[in-house]
């Protein structure tokens, strides 16, 4: 059934409209169009994952800029994601450090496991398959990033198959906390 | 042991709090330079440590930060490059994360040498969860009246904030950056004028990698001849190296400049030697831009000379027998490792990182990936291999920014020393063609 009334403008929460304050400070008054992309994040985690027309109609308004130069930056920056996206975005990087230790096989394991191919989300809505270029964690590759969380060493189907479980459990986690995200093992205890 | 400059305390329980970051002589070069020293001294021992860029470019930073334009009454900007993307690179992000009060101490030191009232730095935006220990760092350096208004009493007063890119390798090139900074694409920018003219926000920038500002502390606590005394040669100091691929034991290393490759590789000190008792094949030994080169070019020169980990060393014989020290990502390939597959798979990184300005980048960087993708595949022909050098030649130089050139010497060089290879997927696609197939003839070295 077609929606009979237009969906409600989408609004900043209370946390996020403070954060964006915050932000602002950070540049000259007559520059604040310095913190796009910072915002863009902010507006990515609010809804959903994914900045649609509208949500990023509503950044331009923050800033008080164009929608276009709002457009022309989301779609230029791989990590905005511009079209809906399952709970958990899998981002697997495929550089040649990860390549050399399995990415390929990593990615065709987890296609198989969530049933969704690169690009696509799985089945039950979980987890969207993303590839994406070299995350600086070529040490502990092969490696997959999901929100703050970097996964590394994902080189048996165990490290993976924990991983997903992780995820299955994980609430999600709100761009604006102060809390510390876990660091990667490989951060952990050398 | 080589000495440990930058990471010499990188294990202590709590050092990334400032508290026990102080305790272990942290912030004593903030107090140095404010207390005892003008900002052009400060310029001046950071020129005499020979210290150069870490980010890949190698320029020496004492000579960049004295080409700021200082006009009366223009703020000008330190920025650090944060933004950490070139494939075999990670040694940024450990620094970052364990060390966060060694890169703001930097900073602050730096800022006071050039000037600079408001600092940045430019983190990339898959490291929000750095950017967050960053934060925390910089409110604790707040707090103790190391930042904001009249530091230590010194009626010098700094702003620092740390500012996250999106997802685009283009934006570790600094005029890019600095487009991104100011919230636009990353769209790198003619030069002239040169940040340090009209950088940020057209005023005038300094912008410099993580290590280099981290290197800063330790020259102005120790003087700039003590610090150009550990090295050797031209290249001064120590250097983080993130060693990658087929290695043992891959992390991050800091090195004193000199130590020879192959103690690097094979000593348990380092690398530990090539995983699963195989051989090494080749080596891209400063991040995926710089010449790929087989195990005999890069543990000897064509001179026969041991290849050490410097800069003078790692270049010699050019680009014809030699590479370059670049950003300190060491990709190691062991004997199973096809070489045509790992140059399709920078060159798609390249297509796919070109910001599409500049046509022979833009679509220059499309056919090698594409030629290189037949190639691999084996539906390529002879020509093919010549087609792709040419293609390499033709965006070499004639594109803004240097990422035409970091996407074609990749390939240029693996034709120049894998050519058999190359040919080898050409004349036998069936056998090529089999998963974990992989020829095993000899490299061309020379």
């Keep these: 059934m077609e929606p009979t009334t237009a969906p409600a403008k989408p609004q900043f929460s209370a946390a996020a409209q403070a954060e964006i304050k915050r932000l602002l400070t950070h540049y000259p008054e007559d520059r604040s169009k310095s913190a796009l992309l910072p915002i863009l994040h902010i507006a990515q985690a609010e809804f959903g994952g994914w900045v649609s027309p509208e949500v990023q109609d509503l950044v331009a308004e923050t800033l008080n800029i164009k929608p276009i130069e709002v457009y022309e930056v989301s779609s230029f920056y791989t990590m905005y994601n511009l079209k809906l996206v399952g709970k958990h975005v899998l981002e697997i990087c495929r550089t040649g450090p990860c390549m050399l230790r399995g990415s390929d096989e990593l990615t065709e394991h987890l296609e198989r496991i969530t049933g969704a191919k690169v690009g696509e989300t799985s089945p039950d809505g979980l987890f969207t398959l993303k590839e994406v270029e070299c995350l600086a964690a070529c040490g502990f590759a092969p490696v997959v990033q999901v929100r703050e969380q970097y996964y590394e060493q994902l080189d048996t189907p165990e490290a993976v198959d924990a991983m997903l479980n992780e995820l299955r459990e994980q609430i999600h986690r709100p761009i604006l906390s102060w809390e510390e995200n876990e660091l990667p093992n490989s951060l952990k205890n050398n | ?446």
């Excluded at chain 2, 490059?81 to 930097?106: W, Y």
């Excluded at chain 2, 199973?336 to 796919?352: A, G, P, Q």
């Design chain 2, 1 to 446: 042991m080589g000495r440990k400059l930058l990471t010499e305390h990188i294990n202590v329980e709590g050092i990334n709090t400032f508290e026990v970051y102080r305790k272990h002589g942290g912030y004593r070069s903030v107090e140095k330079a404010l207390k005892t020293m003008t900002p052009d001294e400060v310029t001046e021992e950071v020129k005499k440590s020979g210290l150069r860029g870490r980010g890949g470019a190698g320029f020496p930073a004492g000579m960049k930060w004295g080409f700021l334009a200082k006009p009366e009454g223009v703020p000008r900007y330190l920025v650090c490059n944060a933004d950490e993307s070139e494939p075999g690179t990670f040694k940024d992000r450990q620094l970052m994360t364990k060390l966060p009060h060694l890169l703001i101490e930097g900073m602050i030191t730096g800022s006071y040498a050039l000037g600079a009232r408001t600092s940045y730095i430019y983190i990339r935006g898959e490291l929000l969860y750095v950017l967050r220990i960053l934060e925390k760092a910089i409110a604790e350096a707040y707090a103790a009246g190391f930042l904001g208004e009249n530091i230590l009493g010194s009626g010098y007063s700094l702003d620092l904030h740390v500012h996250p890119g999106a997802g685009a390798y283009i934006c570790g090139e600094e005029t890019a950056l600095l487009e991104s900074l100011e919230g636009k694409r990353g769209n790198p920018r003619n030069k002239p004028p040169f940040p340090a003219v009209q950088g940020l926000y057209a005023r005038p920038t300094v912008v410099n990698n993580v290590e280099t500002i981290a290197a800063v502390p330790i020259i102005v606590n120790e003087g700039g001849d003590e610090y150009a005394k550990i090295g050797i040669g031209k290249s001064t100091g120590t250097k983080l190296i993130s060693a990658c691929g087929h290695l043992n034991k891959p992390g991050i290393y800091e090195i004193e400049l000199g130590l020879p490759v192959e103690e690097f590789i094979y000593s348990d000190e380092y690398c530990g030697g090539i995983w699963k008792g195989r051989e090494l094949k080749a080596v891209v030994a400063g991040g995926s831009s710089v010449p790929i080169l087989p195990k005999e070019l890069i543990l000897k020169t064509a001179a026969g000379e041991n290849r050490l980990m410097s800069y003078e060393s790692l270049s010699d014989g050019g680009f014809i027998t030699g590479t370059m020290l670049g950003s300190g990502g060491f990709i190691a390939m062991d004997e199973t490792t096809c070489i045509v597959k790992n140059t399709w798979n920078f060159s798609r990184f390249y297509h796919h990182e070109s910001c599409g300005q500049c046509s022979p980048c833009r679509e220059g960087t499309g056919w090698l990936e594409k030629v290189l993708h037949r190639l691999e595949h084996g539906h390529g022909s002879m020509h093919d291999i010549d087609l792709i050098v040419s293609v390499a030649k033709q965006i070499e130089g004639n594109t803004i920014c240097p990422l035409g050139e970091a996407a074609a010497w990749p390939v240029a060089a693996a034709v120049r020393h894998f050519r058999h290879e190359f040919e080898w997927h050409v004349t036998n696609p069936k056998e090529a063609t089999v998963p974990g197939a992989v020829y095993r003839g000899a490299a061309v070295l020379a």
